[in-house]
């Protein structure tokens, strides 16, 4: 209808999969590379997954498209909901076979002297069950049995079995272990992220004549489509193809990210779902709920994504539905020894993790209808203790459980706290454990509380910094792996996990928590200057032109190297000449900083070395800083919810929001970088960012109300507490 108005020759978002627009993203890359990897090796088995609407089709479509047909014969199944005789009589089918005799025997037989004649004709034969996962185990049992046909040492059929993430858990059952040895390669196709998001769509404007006029889109309508769309390909055909006939009718030419939202939201209200309504800002006007969902006609449940609220009262937060399967295992629900009901144990053992559990005390003690929640902090030595300042001025209620773990190594901390933590949760069992990030109390946690049969949610799931050497990396790995619900604070996280092959119905964005308790304690927050007087340091190096720099290294970075740290302090000296800096270490970091050019700054006052200092005082110094250097990603966090600029003293992140939306630049300790970053500082102020989606103030919200519906989902609505939640 609208290919005319705008000069395109086709439709470019048909729903129905079409190779002729297939769009080369990383995902779909390597995926097709697999696929021709395994017609190479001529045998076994090639399993690719992905989600509805991935790609998986067109992806066959265009390996069919480039088969040499005078080498290689292919047959497509695609209705596969059958068993293990059906499945026989529809491969012979595929490859044109005519039948002859209806017995197992007679059918086997047919199917095998065709694939031997082909192989006489210096041939080979390839079966592609597209929607595999509906295959019964015995149809996916024949299959193997197929496999085993030989023509002297030749192969005569190999198989690519194409299907949803359940696939991938039907492959894991023990009575299909055969099969999995015969895996010679298998691939799990993840959504695209925001860059290839954009692409794909100019890709196929492209194919139909678009000269990037006609319509023009913004910048931000691109961002507001892959928020929309978390990067599904169907998904963006489904809205773009709404957005360009609104367009046309409308006889516009501009595309808008609110025009975007506008359509999206009206696609989500035509297919008859229960909405919750628009949520009112405190001026009264309306605003999008915070769980548009709009329907592919092609899929069978929801299409869910979340989009931000800006300034909504906790109370206007809508129900969350559940999206959760019910785990594999059995678990019989976890009672709070006072109340009789199903509660939430949430484990803390750092710094932020207590940020996060003070904002989320707050959140379930305010909800009526919400499950209990027990605190459970894990004090090391050495690493992090929890103190009474920091209760009293995060507001946190002192925690239900606390452990305490002796000095030594990493692993001497992780095993001690495994047996620990055993004890603890054979006696309590609670309904759930609620991990966090990826330090070694969370490794431990998960790994008991897998043994033990208890459910486990990872809050902030998803992160990466794609260093493999960093130990909290693997450990955020393996407790997004081991969970059964995962809550993230970010949309990059999404793209992380699915490309680890983890099944959307086990993630949840709900924002970051931090920006919680920050918001909260700010009105708390330390002018510099009484910290400084604190500590004996002039308050006059705050009144420079330049304002100041504030610089914070962890303890398990940049500061474990003797070397680098002295090359860091060179740097720094140099900065300091033109932006005062305060530095806030501990007092093993400040014994280790012994580079002459840092003595000296601290002689002239340019550099103020201070110990470890409370939060309160901490958020004082950040918020008003010039600029954060640090490799902290907690303070990555802080910095763009702050709206400060951060220079990351690495090359890596595992908060890449805060790079792509927020304050965040990665500089390395490259002294060229750094030293451009503070000049671009001095001069205009430096990168603010802006908020990324759903860091509101309102995620701890979120959470109450999802981990609520998930319990309901699991035992009912009379297994939940009526009344407000009550703390020790």
């Not at 199917?111 to 149809?139: F, G, M």
């Not at 628009?278 to 709920?289: R, Y």
């Not at 990030?437 to 902030?460: N, P, Q, S, T």
């Not at 580079?595 to 340019?606: E, T």
Request: hydrophobic share 40%.
């Amino acid at each position: 209808m609208y290919e005319t108005y705008f000069g395109f020759s086709s439709p470019p978002f048909l729903l129905n999969p079409d190779p002729s627009f297939y769009f080369d993203s990383k995902g779909h890359s390597s995926a097709l590379s697999y696929l021709k990897f395994g017609l190479y090796q001529a045998e076994g088995f090639i399993v690719v997954t992905g989600d509805i609407g991935a790609g998986k089709t067109t992806l066959v479509r265009t390996l069919l498209s480039d088969i040499d047909t005078e080498k290689v014969v292919a047959a497509q199944l695609v209705s596969t909901q059958l068993e293990a005789g059906d499945l026989l009589r529809s491969a012979i089918t595929a490859f044109g076979i005519p039948l002859k005799g209806n017995t197992k025997a007679e059918l086997i037989a047919t199917l095998e002297a065709y694939l031997t004649l082909l192989a006489t004709q210096k041939k080979r034969a390839v079966l592609i069950v597209d929607e595999a996962q509906n295959l019964s185990r015995d149809a996916i049992e024949e299959l193997r049995m197929l496999s085993n046909f030989q023509f002297g040492n030749q192969a005569l059929l190999q198989s690519f079995l194409i299907g949803q993430p359940e696939l991938r858990e039907m492959l894991l059952s023990r009575s299909l272990e055969q099969l999995r040895q015969r895996v010679i390669a298998s691939y799990h196709l993840g959504p695209m992220d925001r860059d290839e998001t954009r692409r794909y769509v100019e890709h196929r404007l492209t194919k139909v004549g678009w000269t990037g006029e006609h319509p023009r889109f913004d910048d931000d309508a691109f961002d507001e489509l892959y928020q929309w769309t978390s990067g599904t390909p169907r998904r963006i055909n489904l809205l773009c193809n709404r957005i360009l006939l609104s367009t046309f009718l409308a006889g516009g030419d501009e595309i808008t990210a609110a025009a975007v939202a506008r359509i999206a939201m009206e696609i989500r209200a035509e297919i008859g779902e229960v909405l919750p309504g628009p949520a009112a800002t405190p001026s009264g006007s309306a605003m999008p709920s915070t769980r548009p969902i709009f329907q592919d006609p092609n899929e069978s449940r929801p299409l869910e994504i979340p989009t931000l609220t800006h300034s909504v009262e906790p109370a206007s937060l809508p129900y969350l539905a559940p999206v959760l399967s019910t785990p594999a295992y059995t678990v019989q629900p976890s009672v709070d020894s006072q109340g009789g009901h199903p509660y939430f144990l949430l484990i803390s053992g750092s710094m932020s993790g207590i940020l996060r559990a003070a904002a989320l005390q707050r959140a379930f003690a305010t909800r009526e209808g919400v499950p209990g929640l027990k605190v459970l902090h894990i004090d090391s030595p050495g690493h992090f203790e929890l103190t009474g300042d920091l209760v009293e001025h995060t507001g946190l209620k002192e925690p239900d459980f606390r452990l305490r773990l002796p000095g030594g190594t990493a692993i001497n901390l992780l095993a001690d706290g495994m047996r620990q933590l055993e004890h603890l949760l054979s006696e309590y069992r609670p309904f759930a454990v609620v991990l966090q990030a990826g330090d070694d109390v969370a490794m431990a946690a998960a790994l008991v509380a897998k043994r033990l049969g208890i459910r486990i949610v990872h809050l902030e799931a998803g992160l990466r910094s794609f260093d493999r050497s960093r130990p909290q990396e693997i450990n955020a790995m393996m407790c997004d792996h081991m969970a059964d619900l995962l809550l993230t604070s970010e949309w990059v996280a999404h793209d992380n996990l699915a490309r680890e092959g983890i099944p959307a119905d086990r993630i949840q964005f709900v924002g970051n928590v931090l920006m919680d308790t920050i918001r909260n304690m700010l009105p708390l927050a330390s002018p510099p200057k009484y910290t400084l007087r604190q500590f004996n340091q002039n308050p006059d190096l705050l009144k420079g032109a330049n304002g100041y720099g504030l610089i914070y290294l962890e303890g398990r970075g940049v500061a474990q190297h003797q070397q680098q740290l002295n090359e860091l302090a060179h740097i720094l000296n140099n900065i300091s000449r033109d932006l005062p800096l305060i530095w806030v270490g501990s007092e093993r970091l400040r014994a280790l900083i012994s580079h002459p050019d840092l003595i000296k700054a601290q002689a002239d006052g340019q550099i103020v070395m201070l110990p470890t200092i409370p939060y309160f005082k901490m958020i004082g110094l950040i918020g008003t800083a010039a600029c954060v250097l640090t490799d902290s990603s907690t303070l990555q966090e802080e910095s763009t919810i702050l709206g400060v600029p951060c220079l990351t003293l690495h090359n890596f992140t595992e908060r890449r929001i805060t790079v792509e939306q927020g304050s965040n630049i990665a500089v390395g300790r490259n002294a060229s970088l750094i030293s451009r970053a503070v000049a671009e500082v001095m001069r205009g102020g430096g990168k603010k960012g802006r908020l990324p989606k759903f860091w509101d103030g309102l995620s701890a919200n979120r959470v109450a109300e999802h981990l609520s519906a998930w319990a309901r989902n699991q035992y009912g609505p009379a297994a939940i507490p009526a009344g407000k939640t009550e703390y020790r």
